[in-house]
Protein backbone atom coordinates (compact mmCIF):
# COMPACT_ATOMS: atom_id res chain seq x y z
CA UNK A 1 0.00 0.00 0.00
CA UNK A 2 1.15 3.31 -0.49
CA UNK A 3 2.25 5.78 2.45
CA UNK A 4 1.32 9.18 2.64
CA UNK A 5 3.49 11.47 4.67
CA UNK A 6 1.97 15.40 5.15
CA UNK A 7 5.49 16.20 6.77
CA UNK A 8 5.58 19.90 8.51
CA UNK A 9 9.16 21.18 7.98
CA UNK A 10 11.00 23.27 10.30
CA UNK A 11 11.18 27.64 9.76
CA UNK A 12 14.73 28.78 10.25
CA UNK A 13 14.91 32.46 11.38
CA UNK A 14 17.55 34.51 12.26
CA UNK A 15 19.01 34.86 16.37
CA UNK A 16 21.66 37.26 16.72
CA UNK A 17 24.93 34.78 15.93
CA UNK A 18 23.22 31.93 14.00
CA UNK A 19 20.21 30.33 12.77
CA UNK A 20 18.09 27.92 15.23
CA UNK A 21 15.54 25.70 13.63
CA UNK A 22 12.35 25.68 15.30
CA UNK A 23 10.67 21.80 16.17
CA UNK A 24 8.66 20.34 13.59
CA UNK A 25 5.88 18.77 14.13
CA UNK A 26 4.89 15.83 14.49
CA UNK A 27 3.82 14.10 10.70
CA UNK A 28 -0.07 13.04 10.34
CA UNK A 29 0.00 9.73 8.19
CA UNK A 30 -3.21 8.03 6.29
CA UNK A 31 -2.06 4.25 5.02
CA UNK A 32 -3.02 0.76 4.75
CA UNK A 33 -6.02 1.46 2.56
CA UNK A 34 -7.27 -2.28 1.96
CA UNK A 35 -9.28 -3.00 -1.36
CA UNK A 36 -13.05 -2.90 -1.14
CA UNK A 37 -15.96 -4.77 -0.07
CA UNK A 38 -19.56 -4.63 -1.92
CA UNK A 39 -22.52 -4.22 -0.20
CA UNK A 40 -26.05 -4.94 -0.83
CA UNK A 41 -25.41 -5.95 -4.74
CA UNK A 42 -22.53 -2.64 -4.90
CA UNK A 43 -25.26 -0.21 -3.68
CA UNK A 44 -21.80 0.94 -0.79
CA UNK A 45 -18.76 -0.47 -0.26
CA UNK A 46 -16.67 -0.82 2.42
CA UNK A 47 -12.83 -1.21 3.69
CA UNK A 48 -10.54 -0.13 5.88
CA UNK A 49 -7.69 2.21 6.26
CA UNK A 50 -4.91 3.57 9.35
CA UNK A 51 -4.50 6.70 10.17
CA UNK A 52 -1.48 8.17 13.08
CA UNK A 53 -1.64 11.40 14.43
CA UNK A 54 -0.89 13.71 17.28
CA UNK A 55 -2.91 13.64 20.57
CA UNK A 56 -5.62 16.52 21.17
CA UNK A 57 -6.23 17.41 17.11
CA UNK A 58 -9.03 17.03 15.07
CA UNK A 59 -8.48 14.49 12.14
CA UNK A 60 -10.98 15.47 9.02
CA UNK A 61 -10.83 12.38 6.31
CA UNK A 62 -12.65 12.50 2.96
CA UNK A 63 -12.32 9.62 0.79
CA UNK A 64 -14.22 9.17 -2.66
CA UNK A 65 -14.56 5.93 -4.48
CA UNK A 66 -14.72 5.87 -8.68
CA UNK A 67 -15.19 3.13 -10.96
CA UNK A 68 -15.96 2.85 -14.62
CA UNK A 69 -18.69 -0.21 -14.41
CA UNK A 70 -20.38 -0.54 -18.14
CA UNK A 71 -20.10 1.57 -21.50
CA UNK A 72 -18.15 4.17 -20.12
CA UNK A 73 -20.73 4.84 -16.98
CA UNK A 74 -18.97 5.52 -13.87
CA UNK A 75 -20.25 4.70 -10.03
CA UNK A 76 -18.85 6.85 -7.62
CA UNK A 77 -19.03 7.40 -3.43
CA UNK A 78 -17.30 9.37 -0.79
CA UNK A 79 -16.85 8.90 2.68
CA UNK A 80 -16.16 11.43 5.80
CA UNK A 81 -15.06 11.01 9.18
CA UNK A 82 -14.00 13.97 11.59
CA UNK A 83 -12.79 12.67 15.63
CA UNK A 84 -10.33 14.05 18.13
CA UNK A 85 -7.25 11.96 18.00
CA UNK A 86 -6.29 9.82 20.88
CA UNK A 87 -2.51 9.72 19.65
CA UNK A 88 -0.89 7.08 17.84
CA UNK A 89 -2.27 4.63 15.16
CA UNK A 90 -6.27 4.12 14.68
CA UNK A 91 -7.67 1.77 11.80
CA UNK A 92 -10.81 2.86 10.58
CA UNK A 93 -13.82 1.61 8.50
CA UNK A 94 -14.68 3.38 5.40
CA UNK A 95 -18.13 2.90 3.76
CA UNK A 96 -18.80 5.17 0.60
CA UNK A 97 -22.80 4.73 -0.81
CA UNK A 98 -23.07 4.67 -4.62
CA UNK A 99 -24.28 7.89 -5.62
CA UNK A 100 -25.40 7.21 -9.28
CA UNK A 101 -24.53 3.18 -10.42
CA UNK A 102 -23.67 0.50 -8.26
CA UNK A 103 -20.10 -0.46 -7.97
CA UNK A 104 -18.75 -3.66 -9.63
CA UNK A 105 -16.31 -6.16 -8.38
CA UNK A 106 -13.16 -4.97 -10.68
CA UNK A 107 -10.23 -1.90 -10.23
CA UNK A 108 -11.41 1.00 -8.87
CA UNK A 109 -9.57 4.54 -8.17
CA UNK A 110 -9.48 6.10 -4.24
CA UNK A 111 -8.55 9.33 -3.77
CA UNK A 112 -8.99 11.46 -1.03
CA UNK A 113 -7.95 14.31 1.77
CA UNK A 114 -6.76 14.25 5.38
CA UNK A 115 -6.69 17.48 7.63
CA UNK A 116 -5.32 17.73 11.13
CA UNK A 117 -6.23 20.32 13.24
CA UNK A 118 -4.82 21.83 16.83
CA UNK A 119 -7.73 21.65 19.08
CA UNK A 120 -7.61 24.64 20.46
CA UNK A 121 -6.51 26.96 17.06
CA UNK A 122 -10.00 28.11 14.83
CA UNK A 123 -7.62 28.01 11.74
CA UNK A 124 -6.03 25.05 10.33
CA UNK A 125 -3.59 23.94 7.94
CA UNK A 126 -4.08 23.56 3.95
CA UNK A 127 -4.14 19.63 4.78
CA UNK A 128 -2.95 16.50 2.21
CA UNK A 129 -4.64 15.30 -0.77
CA UNK A 130 -4.04 11.49 -1.39
CA UNK A 131 -2.52 10.33 -4.34
CA UNK A 132 -4.47 8.26 -6.90
CA UNK A 133 -5.00 4.51 -5.70
CA UNK A 134 -6.20 1.74 -7.49
CA UNK A 135 -8.19 -0.61 -5.27
CA UNK A 136 -9.86 -3.98 -6.17
CA UNK A 137 -13.64 -4.25 -4.74
CA UNK A 138 -14.77 -7.66 -4.55
CA UNK A 139 -17.86 -9.47 -2.89
Not at 43 to 66: D, K, Q
Not at 74 to 91: D, H, P, T
Amino acid sequence: MRRTTRAVTAAAFAAGVGLVAAAPAQAMEIYDISNATRLAEGAAVEGTYTVSCTAGTNIFVSLNVTQRVSEGRIANGSYFKQWVCEGGEVELDYQAVAFNMAFDEGPAVLSGFIQECPAESQVCGPGTNLPLQVIEITD
